[in-house]
């Protein structure tokens, strides 16, 4: 009994210790974005800033015209959104013929597009770049979107979800003449919402978060989204950390919001795929 | 008769819009990347001459810069993922054990964990470059108050590694954490319940019970975190810039150098390939070896 209880302290500390080491950048971050420009460098450190000012918030928001970060949130939020729309629909209706519907080269077709899931994205960063480069789209939206709908894991996910799915529903439908996209569209998708909203949710994260190719697509500063635009604020900033921790700050409040509302949702996503952005 | 037709139609109709974008930005590219490093490929002028495996001889040939700056790029990527696996492998687990053992507020610590996840690798890189600032970070106060002396993280060999691996294990060990803790929550309880009654310690029931029922997830986790490893560019990029030196210069920030900055296209691509195969290869060959002893 005596060793069951030490080992409970021993758990506590553990897991405290840890805690404190992963909330401890995070309060750092938030405290030093609401600290005055003096403070922020103060010995002795204040976590918790005695002084709270919004003033980091104003000079990156308003007051930088050289890294306009209200546009780069936009774009970020533009950019995610469209994204998640055209994989949704895109994946889901794919993925619905790969699970349910009877075609020619259906089986070739469908391990063709899980072999690609080992590629690394560094195998087509130049030439999609290139490709881009002659259709006239470097700096464009379609060219921070359209390759992210080229994916094929949602495609993966929403197809192991529709097998899963009972087809009872479906077979009545197609008797009493209902043709296969009613039923895609009335019954089966209804069904797969939870899906839906695993794929949504990781598809959003992993765009709001894109950092290597929307770092060589976009040329122009107000073309940038907020994950590759906090490299030029870095640039711009160099050591001003009040300001660079407030960049930081807001370009994860979305992502926090969202996983927040969604926790549900995202953990089963997780545990349903492994995958991460 | 047309109505047959429609009906045979229907699926490709489904899989048509997927297969556009699939088509044009990931299959057709990873031919036309094939293309591209068969020529010497340079944006700025105006002929692209075919010239065989040139730009991967160069790679292989010693001598030329990119041999020695590419193999530089690889060997240094290979000790970011010798170092960084097993740490976020390891904390992976252990916080996943932690967060399913018996304590109050496991959400909260689950949370906790998680979030850094959700961060954007340049939100994450900011706020540990602001820690590990050598002038008045806060991993060097504490040092100080410890009585230890500052230390120049980012900008000596062995501290930029270590700065890099903390912030990836800070960074991406929630994620691994969730996957080991429902592969933890698929473990029959009746397993335990035997094993106390046969009076097993706490300790041989983690190594008899808890390690040999986690290994399809350990597998998992390993091969999905080795693969990230290697693709590893945002906190070297943001942090180092590759250095000092060139001594923290991962491959994909070589290759990214040498295409968008030394405008090599060619020579660039070949190095994306060999990288991918690289990587392919690691993934598949882990994959084999691993699961070579899992049966179920």
């Not at chain 1, 959104?81 to 994946?91: E, I, R, Y």
């Not at chain 1, 094929?152 to 077979?171: A, C, K, N, T």
């Not at chain 1, 043709?179 to 939870?194: D, E, G, T, V």
Request: glycine share 4%; aromatic share 16%.
């Amino acid at each position: 009994m005596q060793r069951e209880k030490n080992l409970r302290i021993l758990t506590y500390i553990i897991v405290i210790s840890f805690a404190a080491i992963w909330i401890l950048p995070l309060l750092w971050m938030l405290s030093t974005a609401l600290k005055p420009e003096s403070q922020v460098i103060a010995w002795p450190i204040e976590i918790i800033p005695k002084e709270v000012t919004f003033d980091n918030f104003y000079d990156i928001i308003f007051d930088s015209p050289r890294t306009p970060i209200l546009r780069w949130f936009f774009n970020s939020f533009f950019v995610s959104t469209a994204t998640t729309f055209l994989v949704l629909a895109v994946d889901s209706l794919a993925a619905y013929a790969y699970a349910r519907l009877e075609f020619k080269g259906k089986n070739v077709l469908f391990w063709l597009l899980m072999a690609t899931m080992m590629v690394p994205p560094v195998t087509n960063l130049i030439p999609n770049y290139l490709i881009m480069d002659r259709l006239g789209w470097i700096d464009s939206y379609q060219a921070l979107i359209f390759p992210q709908v080229a994916a094929v894991f949602g495609v993966f996910l929403m197809r192991q979800f529709f097998i899963g799915l009972p087809s009872e529903l479906e077979d009545a439908a197609y008797i009493d003449g209902c043709n296969r996209f009613q039923i895609f569209y009335i019954i089966a998708l209804p069904m797969a919402k939870p899906a839906l909203i695993a794929l949504g949710l990781f598809t959003f994260r992993a765009s709001w978060n894109a950092f290597l190719w929307p770092l060589i697509i976009t040329n122009s500063a107000k073309m940038r989204p907020l994950t590759p635009g906090l490299r030029l604020l870095q640039s711009n900033f160099m050591t001003e950390f009040g300001k660079l921790m407030a960049g930081a700050f807001i370009s994860a409040v979305p992502v926090i919001i969202i996983f927040i509302i969604a926790q549900k949702y995202f953990v089963k996503g997780i545990a349903l795929t492994g995958m991460k952005g | 008769m047309f109505k047959k037709y429609l009906r045979k139609l229907t699926p490709y109709l489904f899989i048509t819009p997927h297969l556009i974008f699939f088509t044009a930005f990931l299959a057709f590219p990873a031919f036309y990347g094939i293309y591209i490093s068969l020529h010497k490929w340079e944006p700025l002028s105006f002929n692209k001459p075919f010239i065989g495996l040139a730009n991967y001889q160069k790679l292989f040939t010693s001598g030329t810069l990119q041999n020695r700056y590419f193999w530089n790029a690889l060997v240094n990527t290979l000790q970011f993922v010798i170092f960084s696996v097993p740490a976020l492998v390891l904390i992976g687990l252990l916080l996943a054990i932690l967060v399913d053992s018996k304590i109050k507020y496991k959400g909260l610590f689950r949370s906790i964990f998680y979030t850094p996840v959700i961060l954007s690798v340049t939100s994450v890189t900011l706020i540990w470059m602001w820690m590990l600032d050598s002038q008045t970070g806060l991993i060097n106060y504490f040092f100080n108050q410890l009585g230890l002396e500052s230390v120049a993280w980012l900008s000596r060999e062995t501290p930029a590694w270590i700065s890099l691996v903390v912030t990836t294990v800070w960074w991406t060990a929630g994620h691994n954490m969730l996957l080991f803790l429902a592969g933890l929550q698929d473990i029959p309880q009746h397993l335990y319940e035997a094993a106390k009654i046969d009076g097993a310690s706490i300790f041989e029931q983690f190594w008899y019970i808890t390690l040999p029922s986690l290994k399809p997830t350990t597998l998992f986790v390993t091969v999905m975190t080795t693969v990230a490893s290697f693709n590893v560019f945002g906190q070297p990029f943001m942090m180092t810039q590759g250095g000092p030196g060139r001594s923290t210069q991962v491959a994909i920030m070589y290759i990214q150098q040498e295409a968008f900055t030394n405008y090599k296209m060619g020579s660039a691509a070949a190095m994306a390939i060999v990288v991918s195969l690289f990587i392919i290869i690691i993934g598949i060959f882990q994959f084999k070896i691993m699961s070579s002893d899992v049966k179920y």
